[in-house]
């Protein structure tokens, strides 16, 4: 079958990354610690963003997912910079103008240094129910009438993973308890925003970090069988189990702490939407492989894997049945165009299938639209169908292709 008529083809990016870190938020302070390589600009977005657009709508992708820097926005605890308001009132309408419909995230893995610091973050029960309760309230009154529609934390996994378990971004924790505590709050963060924006009539959706997750034997020995096995059970709850029992049940259990009947949050969000780059594999001491074992690595470590779309997509069709999903996140970082085309046009050829067989899968945005800032890795890994000059890749004419439906 083709692609429905209006399915949402889009991209993806973040403000850092886009744009550069805030100079109040967390994320510059990283930089400035010698944490992570300096993000300057970005990709130039902050000034670039009209092209952008144009770039994008030519070539079919409609739909762009950016991120309101919450540290340029409120610098200061109850003081909103005015520019940093219109520029991003100036950046939706450039978007209106081009054609392209915008979905907003609030949180992409930064926060300002005052909440993350003297408010202690989503952590702190006070915090999140009024601090960022309030922003989220303010952003969406500010910019609602100029959105198409919001994802308001970006991998509440991932950021609870890299922050408070591996250390690898702030605040730099690097402990179970802390890792726990983090997810719940950023879970109920994230309900918390649901409910706020789902007032002004915009659709809300999700962006979790989903991957298939398998056990990794080295030995024939049944005892590590076991562990490995009982180890992968574990990941894949943190991955997939605690939150959709949220959304679905409403009990919201978290891994080492109490769980809780968290009624409020069953049926939340409109759209369940994901970012999928690979499957893993996870050994009895929870170090995490490749998957499949035999696959091409990337340079950040994992193997893209186009099949797992397909098994993350039945999964959750599965476990969430009649919510309509959306593919929020998929790419590969590499060097290597040719490998990202085969990539997106097997990633893209799983979602046919899925809307084949009856799974309501609603869009499909790739990561990233122009090479940007990743993280620790800097400018090195590119993820886009553009270079930073605005230079399209030979998956750019692929994306067209199916985008425009020829």
């Known amino acids: 079958m083709a692609f429905p008529r209006d399915f949402w083809w889009g991209t993806a990016?973040?403000?850092?990354?886009?744009?550069?870190?805030a100079p109040r938020s967390d994320w510059a302070r990283w930089e400035e610690?010698?944490?992570?390589?300096?993000?300057?600009?970005?990709?130039?977005?902050?000034?670039r963003y009209p092209e952008d657009f144009q770039l994008y709508a030519e070539h079919g992708l409609t739909h762009?997912?950016?991120?309101?820097?919450?540290?340029?926005?409120?610098?200061?605890?109850?003081?909103?910079?005015?520019?940093?308001?219109?520029?991003?009132?100036?950046?939706l309408r450039a978007a209106r103008d081009a054609g392209v419909d915008v979905w907003a995230c609030l949180h992409h893995f930064t926060l300002p240094g005052w909440f993350s610091d003297d408010a202690g973050g989503f952590l702190d029960d006070?915090?999140?129910?009024?601090?960022?309760?309030?922003?989220?309230?303010?952003?969406?009154e500010t910019f609602g009438d100029l959105v198409f529609g919001w994802k308001p934390i970006n991998e509440p996994v991932a950021y609870a993973f890299g922050g408070f378990l591996m250390g690898s971004m702030p605040p730099g924790k690097a402990d179970l308890e802390s890792f726990a505590k983090a997810l719940r709050a950023t879970l109920l963060a994230n309900h918390d925003a649901w409910r706020l924006l789902s007032s002004g009539g915009k659709p809300v959706a999700t962006v979790m970090s989903l991957s298939p997750v398998y056990p990794a034997v080295r030995s024939r020995e049944p005892d590590e069988r076991e562990a490995a096995e009982n180890a992968a059970r574990l990941v894949d709850e943190i991955v997939w189990t605690t939150w959709i029992r949220a959304l679905r049940d409403g009990i919201l259990a978290v891994p080492g702490l109490p769980m809780e009947e968290r009624p409020e949050m069953a049926g939340s969000f409109d759209y369940i939407g994901f970012s999928y780059y690979n499957a893993f594999t996870v050994h009895a001491d929870l170090e995490m492989g490749p998957y499949p074992a035999d696959a091409r690595v990337g340079p950040l470590g994992y193997a893209p894997w186009a099949e797992g779309l397909g098994l993350v997509l039945r999964r959750l069709a599965d476990e969430l049945p009649?919510?309509?999903?959306?593919?929020s996140e998929c790419g590969i970082g590499t060097d290597d165009d040719q490998w990202r085309t085969d990539v997106l046009r097997d990633s893209i050829l799983e979602v046919e299938r899925a809307l084949d067989d009856g799974i309501d899968v609603r869009g499909l945005f790739h990561w990233t639209g122009v090479d940007n800032y990743e993280w620790l890795h800097g400018y090195a890994v590119p993820f886009g169908l553009f270079d930073r000059d605005r230079e399209a890749r030979g998956s750019a004419a692929l994306a067209r292709e199916f985008a425009l439906g020829r």
């Open 126 to 140: 006070r915090s999140r129910s009024y601090h960022w309760a309030r922003h989220v309230d303010w952003v969406g």
């Open 64 to 91: 762009h997912r950016l991120s309101f820097e919450w540290a340029r926005l409120e610098p200061e605890e109850g003081r909103h910079d005015p520019d940093a308001v219109e520029h991003y009132v100036e950046v």
């Open 13 to 21: 990016a973040s403000s850092t990354q886009a744009e550069g870190a």
């Open 322 to 327: 009649g919510r309509p999903l959306l593919v």
């Open 33 to 47: 610690l010698g944490r992570a390589p300096r993000s300057g600009d970005g990709n130039g977005f902050a000034t």
